[in-house]
């Protein structure tokens, strides 16, 4: 299993921007598709955004499409979404994980294999 601590969540007026942050511990990171998942209070946890092992594609929720950024920096062990223009529908405890096996994309909570244990962001009107 892949050990993943999350840091960079916090409060923030709509409009505004937050960057999240997922360290990972396994030396065989730059093999592993990377996700990230959001869990509101009273909801499923759900899909928000991907990275293939390589970095070079990228696959996002409608809800997020074109407000947030994936990306990886494989000699960090690290892999960061960038949150733009918030929502209030944006709040919500946000996880990184990483895919149940090698050369695999995690797009649905059951494809993870390890998860962080979340940080929460908050978006006020």
């Known amino acids: 299993q892949v050990r993943l601590v999350e840091s960079g969540g916090g409060l923030v007026q709509a409009g505004g921007s937050l960057r999240a942050s997922c360290a990972a511990s396994?030396?065989?990171?730059?093999?592993?598709?990377m996700g990230w998942f959001r869990q509101a209070p009273g909801k499923e946890r759900e899909f928000v955004a991907a990275?293939?092992?390589?970095?070079?594609?990228?696959y996002y929720a409608d809800s997020v499409k074109g407000r947030f950024t994936i990306s990886r920096d494989n000699a960090k062990n690290t892999v960061y979404l960038q949150m733009n223009s918030l929502q209030v529908e944006d709040t919500a405890v946000y996880y990184c994980?990483?895919?149940?096996?090698?050369?695999?994309?995690?797009?649905?909570?059951?494809?993870?294999?390890?998860w962080g244990q979340g940080t929460q962001v908050t978006v006020s009107s």
């Open positions: 396994e030396r065989t990171f730059s093999t592993y598709g």
């Open positions: 990275i293939s092992w390589g970095g070079d594609s990228t």
């Open positions: 994980g990483a895919s149940r096996g090698q050369f695999l994309i995690p797009h649905s909570p059951p494809t993870v294999g390890s």
